[in-house]
């Protein structure tokens, strides 16, 4: 899993950063909405897509 999460100051607090570049590539409000944004990112590396 080449993402993690790092709680920052902010209004959106939690960081999406790649661990391979250290770039944040994303932010969330919530540690759950960030994982799920994780969780989205991994699977459209792998082909997922949705249905819309």
Do not use: F, Q
């Given at each position: 899993?080449?993402?993690?999460?790092?709680?920052?100051?902010?209004?959106?607090?939690?960081?999406?950063?790649?661990k391979?570049?250290?770039?944040?590539?994303?932010?969330?409000?919530?540690?759950?909405?960030?994982?799920?944004?994780?969780?989205?990112?991994?699977?459209?590396?792998?082909g997922?897509?949705?249905?819309?």
């Open positions: 899993m080449p993402y993690k999460i790092v709680r920052r100051a902010g209004p959106r607090p939690y960081k999406i950063v790649n391979d570049t250290g770039k944040t590539v994303g932010s969330s409000a919530s540690k759950e909405s960030a994982r799920k944004s994780i969780n989205a990112r991994n699977a459209g590396k792998h997922w897509h949705g249905t819309r």
